[in-house]
């Protein structure tokens, strides 16, 4: 007999994934369901005070929470091994809020030189126009963490990371970073799009606090925006009542529950994009009119060796330079099955050029200090037959 209320924790992660977090449901729908509602109704004015005075759990408005929401929250937490999660209606709405709410705690932020352009632009357009501190590092520097502790020494920090960073594919040590944080009494924020945590779970690495921008992998099929943050319970109820409410970028119920749907094959989607991506780089690697392939299953990527402790595979994202802006923009175009677009963790495999479109609005030297170069090229190899990839990436190669 298969018993409803079976509350049974699975421990495999491709178990939680599929299963989610298993609430008793009276139909036995085996998904589950959609509450595709603003808001939530009572009995009586005794059941609002019992509610809103704290003395009882219920959902009251969606903007603050919602059963479909938060079972996707569950299961990220569960993913990647965390206490609590919030859910965002994209992956900057889960960035600003987290990045607004440490910088309320007086913390001064520490970035990577290699990180996301919609990080950089929030940065920019917001931490520095507020005047909060913000502090650069280039983490390709050998001494880059020693240097990184002596600024951080009895300031109340953030430290704010991605690995593999967004486009250039750089690799840091989570450990090694974690442990000097806490050393150090900084808050660590690792962005864990690239590897989502069927690769990676940075908050058993030793880090605070991690964000999805669960429009990539996490959803996995292209078609809808999500963001979450995951940590303590007692950060995110503050982050959730704060910032996760009150700047209004809270997740819809449909897009929590096709998250629900896309995250049950995230595992062997991992998997497979991974495989692909390493068949992939090995062509470009091998290729001569290609100058540098930046993917971390390469044996010549300056963090393979680290990427192999942390990482159960390499991912699906890499990039590469083709060493002129003009080359890579004609390449781009030449493609045929591989569609031009900036997002990426799609079935459907993209590239970008990052000095045309994700970075085309910084000014030429922060562009460079970012380490776009103008022949590189982006691609978030997809799931399609690995040969048909690399043949149209040979037939776009070899037009001359
Ligand atoms: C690493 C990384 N973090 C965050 C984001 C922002 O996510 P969203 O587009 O869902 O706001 C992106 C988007 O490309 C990203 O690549």
Excluded at 148 to 169: K, Q, W
Excluded at 309 to 338: E, I, N
Excluded at 341 to 351: A, F, K, N, R, T
Aim: proline share 6%.
């Amino acid at each position: 007999m298969k018993d409803p209320n079976d509350q049974t924790e699975y421990s495999s992660m491709e178990t939680v994934a599929i299963r989610g977090v298993h609430l008793p449901d009276p139909f036995r729908a085996l998904n589950p369901p959609l509450y595709q509602t603003s808001t939530f109704t009572f009995p009586d004015m005794e059941s609002v005070d019992q509610v809103l005075g704290g003395h009882e759990s219920g959902y009251v408005y969606s903007r603050g929470g919602n059963p479909t929401v938060s079972r996707f929250e569950g299961v990220i937490s569960r993913l990647e091994g965390g206490e609590a999660s919030r859910a965002f209606a994209s992956g900057m709405g889960a960035i600003s809020a987290t990045l607004i709410h440490l910088a309320r705690e007086g913390r001064k932020m520490f970035f990577p030189r290699y990180i996301y352009s919609g990080t950089r632009a929030f940065i920019h357009k917001f931490l520095n126009q507020w005047g909060v501190p913000v502090h650069w590092f280039d983490p390709r520097e050998t001494d880059w963490l020693e240097s990184l502790v002596s600024r951080l020494y009895h300031e109340a920090g953030c430290v704010f990371v991605e690995s593999p960073s967004n486009p250039t594919m750089d690799i840091l040590d989570l450990e090694r970073l974690s442990r000097a944080c806490r050393q150090e009494g900084a808050v660590l924020v690792v962005d864990n799009t690239f590897a989502s945590p069927a690769l990676q779970t940075p908050l058993l690495a030793g880090a605070d606090l991690v964000i999805h921008s669960a429009t990539k992998y996490l959803g996995g099929h292209g078609d809808l925006l999500g963001g979450v943050v995951t940590g303590k319970s007692d950060w995110i109820k503050s982050l959730a009542m704060g910032e996760g409410s009150f700047l209004g970028a809270t997740l819809s119920p449909f897009n929590a529950w096709l998250l629900l749907r896309g995250i049950k094959t995230l595992f062997l989607r991992m998997e497979a994009h991974s495989e692909k991506a390493m068949a992939l780089s090995s062509f470009l690697s091998g290729h001569p009119k290609v100058n540098a392939v930046h993917y971390p299953g390469l044996p010549s990527h300056p963090g393979h060796e680290m990427a192999r402790r942390q990482m159960k595979r390499f991912g699906g994202m890499l990039s590469f330079d083709v060493g002129t802006a003009s080359r890579a923009r004609l390449l781009a175009d030449r493609l045929k099955l591989v569609k031009i677009g900036v997002s990426l963790g799609d079935p459907e495999s993209l590239i970008e050029h990052p000095f045309s479109m994700s970075h085309r609005w910084l000014d030429p030297k922060e562009r460079s200090d970012a380490g776009i170069t103008p022949g590189l090229l982006r691609v978030s190899v997809g799931l399609e037959g690995a040969e048909d990839l690399i043949r149209d990436f040979d037939q776009a190669l070899s037009e001359p």
